[in-house]
């Protein structure tokens, strides 16, 4: 699935879009002002390092001083926070699957066995 980078000239902000189909055309805008005046990003070497630092910062293994991994509370504890930094990317559907997983997972732990 191609996905086009574009770089909003009156507020400096990156928009991307993804097409289903490469044969689908763009009329790209600037998602957070709606400005027309964007220009196509070529190069993603700049988004891949800004992507990479977060998912460093994710992984910073100070988020994950009160993990304990014999406990499922904490280890859920600690992946909603990791779904609140993703913030917009995984959305309310995210936690609402942690929450099913973690719910089927009690439903059928050995104590109810
Ligand atoms: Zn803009």
């Known amino acids: 699935m191609p996905i086009y980078e574009y770089y909003c000239d009156t507020c400096k902000r990156p928009s991307s879009f993804m097409l289903l189909r490469t044969t689908e055309e763009v009329n790209p805008y600037c998602k957070t002002c709606g400005s027309k005046e964007v220009r196509r990003i070529i190069s993603r070497v700049a988004v891949l390092k800004s992507e990479e630092k977060r998912m460093e910062?994710?992984?910073?293994?100070?988020k994950f001083s009160d993990l304990d991994e014999n406990d499922p509370g904490s280890i859920e504890r600690v992946v909603r926070r990791m779904g609140r930094e993703l913030g917009d990317e995984l959305g309310e559907g995210f936690e609402?699957?942690?929450?099913?997983?973690?719910?089927?997972?009690?439903a059928t732990s050995p104590q109810d066995l």
Do not use: K, V
Request: proline share 6%; no cysteine.
């Open 57 to 62: 910062s994710l992984l910073d293994p100070s």
């Open 96 to 106: 609402e699957s942690m929450e099913g997983a973690f719910q089927e997972e009690s």
